[in-house]
Each structure stands twice: as C-alpha cells, then as structure tokens.
C-alpha cells in the first residue's frame, strides 16, 4: 500500500465533501428569501441519498468489470468483499479510499442540477429524481469515462476530474429537466435578485477550496499530476474570474460580486477535465475563456426562453464543453485534430444519452407523483411548504411568541421555547 | 399636540437625531421604511440581468411635539435631512388627538 497516496486521496475526499455544503450556500445565496432552505436542502439530500447507493449498487455499476463499454455489473453490490486490505493495485490504495472519494462525485454532480429547478419543484419529487438520475444517467457515464472497459475511457477521451462526467451531464440534465418542469411564476417578469450575495461568496470559497481535493485527487496520488493539476485549478480559476469581470464590465457597466464568483465557479468548471494535460499558460487561456464565454452564456436563457434558474447550463454545461474540448488542441502531450475528435464525440455523445434519458425521468416523475410545486406553495415559497422553516428571524414582530409548542406541552419537561 | 412625520435617506438619521436632540427633543421613533418619490429607484445587475429597483431604502421618523414648537421643529430636520440632492424625502405635521405614557398614565401635553 503506498501511504502518502492514501493519505492524499482520503484528504482529497473530504475536500470534496465540503464542496456540496459549498453549493449549498452558493445556490442557497441567490434565490429569493422564501426559498433559500429549499435550495440549501435540493444539496443537501444528495449528501444523504447519494452516498447509500453509492455502497449499495453505485460503485459496483460504474467500476466492477464492464458490459459493452457501457455499464459495469453487479459483482461488487455492497461492497461486498471488499476489506480494509484490499487494494487499488500493488503500490496502490485501499479500495475504501477511492470508493468514498468517488462517492462524494456522485453526490454533488445530481446537485449541481438543482440550480436549474429553483424555487418550484416539490422536495420529495426531487428526492426521486436525485435516487432514480444517478442510477439511471451518473453511473453508467461514469463507467464510460473512468472505468477500465467504458468506451470513452478506451477511446482516450481527456476527462480527467469530471468535466464530461459531472459538469456537461448535470448541465444538460439541467436543460432537460427545466424544459419538463417549466418555468418559475413572474420569470422575466418579477425581479428575482439573490437575496444573500455574501452566502453566495462564501458558497463559492468553499466550492474552490473544495475543488483542489476534486481536481488534484482525481490523479489518486501525491504526485505531479496533482501538483499540475492543483496549480493549474488555482490559474485557470484566477483567470476565468477576470474574464467574467472585465465582460460585466464592458456589456454591463459594473463589475458585479455575483459576478466574481461566478466567473470562479466557471473557471472551476473548465479546468476539471483539462487541468492534469495543459500548463500553466494553456489554464490562463482556458481560464479566460471560460470566464468571457460563460459570462455572455448566462443571458441564453433570457433569449430562448428557458428558465435555468440559476445558470446550471450557462456555467456548467458550457464551461464544462469549453475545457473538454480546448484540451484537445492545449493539451500538453498528442494535442491535435484527432484529440479534439474524440473530445467532441465524448462529449456529444453524454450530452445526447444524458438529455434523453433526463426528459423521460423527469417526464416519468412529473406524470405518476407531480414534479411541480402547487401554484399557491411557490408563490408563498416552498420553505413553509416542504421544510416548515423561514431562513431568517430577524424581526422582533414575526417571531411567534403566540405560538403553540406542542413537543414541550405534551412531554411536560422542556422549558418554555422562545421559538 | 402634534405629530412631526419626516421620510429622509437612511444616512441622514445621525444629523436629524443630533437637531431634535440639540432642540430640546425628548424622544422620538425611527423605522426602516421603503418608498420612492419623484427621483424614482435605481438600477441593479445580477448576471447580466436588469432589475430596476423601485422602492429604496428610507427612514421615516416620527417625534410628538407641542403645538408651538412645530412649525421650528419642522425647520430643524428639514436643515438637517437636506443634501440638496434627488431623493431627500419629505416632513410633515399632523394633529394628535390624545397621547398617552403608558408607565404613568399621565395623558396630553404631560405625556409628551
């Protein structure tokens, strides 16, 4: 076993947990008041469902042997003989290690989706979706990108952290699912500014910090890769947030927060199946593409008339494609033409499996348990309906002093709550 | 007695509390209030999206005077709210039926 691999991947893992909370906020910060706990929780669930059936059948599907390139089998359900012992390879890691670290992958990529449904969906139709998409959508493509066998992996299509797997599959996800679900009442019409612009920086911060055990833990060991990897996360994103600002600044006058860290997040984004194959100079380049190309992506939905609520397509599809596919001309070693095929081919093909197979599931989940909030629970906010919360007690008027507290009074011994 | 309502910007509150407190003023409310006049709102971006923003932030304060302080009362915080920029807001007074301290239970002038 080699202990500093080990050491790093599981660090990496744990850095990658934090990103999902870090999404949380990031989402949770730009939607309006009367959905904020919604929107940290359409994260937050992931962390709970994802990981279950990532034991159960989730890592057996998408990295036990292969069935034609596209799915693994059944052997490993439940881990089943899987020790504390059993490694990756001889000098290699324990298997539980790169089991929790992709683990905390198929939690937050059905996470970013929920960008997209703000404000509308009912929590448990969303709890269905996150179950049913990534067993039926994340882990087959998974397997096609990073298992031994998958047919992407085997055509040496360039993803190395993600950027096929998670980011363009949950941003054509996003699409598919907002063209099922529809759109918020008042779009275009009622301003819908973010209610917290610091918890969307903060939600940012955590997502970068998060984002080095993402990018450099995907090389699986403490080596140079990552070190490329983890220099190249940093430039690229560095880059990309001032090719977004200097855009704003242009097109609209301003150099806006929300801009700053989304300008990071689509760095972020562009560097992940990129990062590991180019320099430094090839992630400032990607970086501020990224950052320009998003930053005027985010008003397609105005345009076309989609409502992808918080630019789920804007910055992770379109981020995710400008780094999957620059990195087969950037690309340190065997750039060219041919790279650039398969990149493209890569990520047409997840882009035209994942839409399909994202509109019968959402359509499916619409028609049997109704995938929509009711009009009345949208328009009050889903907090009350779904959570039986409000984000914030700031007013001495609201607090509900008169309220009955039904807990303490049946079992006689708590305190008077000052709820 | 009389009710002296004043709508001013929010960074004017420390020069009027300072006026009616160098006038003699004992006490006095102040709410966080929203609203536009003729300068109308403002303009914010968030991606690329336009929103104006019509209702800005205002403070409204209201003091109870007696009768024959009005009229300078309401010269003290227009002096002190005026920037002489769009948006200064406006003071009015009302007339004011009964006041009431609700400790003592004193009512009218006593009360103020």
Redesign the interface.
């Known amino acids: 076993m080699n202990g500093a691999d080990t050491a790093f991947v599981l660090i990496s893992a744990a850095l990658v947990m934090l990103m999902t909370p870090g999404l949380a906020f990031f989402y949770g910060g730009m939607v309006r008041v009367k959905s904020a706990l919604n929107m940290l929780m359409m994260s937050f669930i992931a962390l709970g469902i994802s990981s279950v059936l990532y034991v159960l059948y989730g890592y057996s599907l998408a990295f036990s042997g292969d069935n034609a390139g596209l799915i693994g089998n059944l052997d490993l359900v439940g881990l089943k003989g899987i020790g504390a012992e059993t490694l990756t390879g001889d000098d290699g890691i324990p298997v539980f290690a790169f089991v929790l670290f992709q683990m905390l992958f198929a939690v937050i990529t059905p996470a970013l989706i929920s960008g997209a449904l703000a404000d509308r969906v009912k929590f448990s139709a969303w709890a269905v979706f996150v179950a049913l998409w990534i067993s039926l959508v994340y882990f087959p493509v998974a397997h096609w990108v990073w298992a031994e066998g998958g047919w992407l992996y085997e055509l040496e299509v360039i993803d190395f952290a993600g950027g096929t797997a998670v980011h363009i599959n949950a941003g054509v996800a996003a699409l598919a699912a907002v063209l099922v679900v529809g759109k918020r009442i008042g779009f275009k019409k009622d ?1 819908m ?2 209610h917290n612009l610091p918890l969307v920086v903060l939600g940012a911060a955590l997502l970068w910090f998060g984002w080095f055990g993402f990018n450099a833990g995907s090389a699986l060991a403490a080596d140079g890769t990552a070190a490329n990897m983890a220099l190249n996360t940093q430039v690229g994103t560095a880059a990309a947030v001032l090719g977004w600002l200097v855009y ?1 600044r242009i ?4 150099f ?1 927060t ?2 700053a860290a ?1 300008g990071a997040i689509a760095g972020l984004v562009a560097i992940t199946p990129s990062g590991a194959h180019i320099n430094a100079l090839g992630a400032i380049v990607i970086g501020l593409v990224s950052g320009l190309v998003c ?1 005027w992506a ?2 397609l939905k ?1 345009k076309l008339g989609y409502d992808d609520s918080l ?1 789920v397509v804007g910055v992770h599809l379109v981020g995710g494609l400008i780094g999957t596919l620059l990195v087969g001309f950037l690309a340190t070693e065997g750039a060219g033409l041919t790279q650039f095929g398969k990149q493209a081919l890569g990520a047409g093909s997840v882009m035209a499996f994942t839409f399909v197979t994202t509109w019968l599931l959402a359509k499916l989940i619409d028609l049997t348990m109704g995938f929509r909030a009711a009009e009345d629970d949208e328009l009050a906010g889903v907090d009350q309906a779904y959570h039986a919360e409000t984000a914030y007690d700031y007013s001495q008027a609201g607090r509900s002093s008169g309220g009955q507290h039904t807990e303490a009074a049946t079992t006689g011994e708590q305190k008077k709550v000052d709820a | 007695m009389r009710l002296i309502t004043a709508v001013i910007k929010p960074h004017r509150l420390d020069e009027v509390k300072d006026a009616l407190q160098a006038f003699g003023v004992q006490g006095l409310t102040v709410t966080e209030a929203s609203g536009y006049g003729r300068q109308r709102g403002h303009t914010e971006i968030y991606r690329g999206a336009e929103y104006t923003v019509d209702l800005v932030p205002k403070i409204r304060i209201e003091v109870l005077v007696e009768d024959e302080d009005a009229e300078q009362l309401l010269d003290v915080v227009v002096k002190a709210a005026r920037t002489g920029k769009i948006g200064d807001g406006k003071v009015w007074t009302s007339p004011v039926e009964t006041v009431v301290r609700v400790r003592t239970g004193d009512r009218g002038p006593e009360a103020v």
């Open positions: 301003p500014r973010p704003e097109r609209h006058g301003a806006t929300l801009g989304s930053s985010v008003s105005f630019d």
